[in-house]
């Protein structure tokens, strides 16, 4: 329970949604969501699938190893994801928002990179996926 709110969190910077946007899908409350990224509550199953659907993505419940939770977005890539820009050039290339905010982050936890780098990055994706060979 200690990484949920902060793989919420995660998922839904990735995604470039606000809190307001992800409850309005959700049908829950702005402060139910807000307190569940902070770490506060005791959600249902109900509520979690609810919220998996308005992320886009699938809830899914395991015993075991526990997962580690997935590491903040910079605040230059959430920006980046929030432009009109980034959504023209995922757009023109076809590709899922949430998987290319998580390959740049994957870059991200490689090397330092900035906002420019993220253009940078973006830009090149947009050449490769243009012209593959």
Do not use: C, K
């Not at 402060?31 to 809830?59: C, D, F, H, K, M």
């Not at 009109?84 to 330092?112: H, M, S």
Request: charged share 20%.
């Amino acid at each position: 329970m200690d990484s949920l709110g902060p793989a919420l969190r995660s998922l839904r910077q990735a995604s470039g949604r606000t809190v307001a946007s992800v409850a309005a899908d959700a049908g829950l409350s702005v402060p139910y969501i807000a307190n569940l990224e902070n770490g506060r509550g005791n959600p249902t199953t109900g509520a979690l699938t609810r919220l998996a659907g308005a992320l886009g993505t699938e809830l899914h419940i395991s015993f075991g190893e526990a997962a580690e939770a997935p590491a903040p977005l910079p605040q230059t890539l959430v920006r980046l994801r929030r432009s009109e820009r980034f959504r023209g050039a995922v757009a023109d290339i076809g590709a899922d928002p949430a998987e290319v905010i998580a390959a740049l982050a994957a870059v991200g936890r490689v090397v330092e990179a900035g906002e420019q780098d993220w253009w940078r990055l973006l830009d090149a994706m947009v050449l490769i996926a243009r012209h593959p060979a």
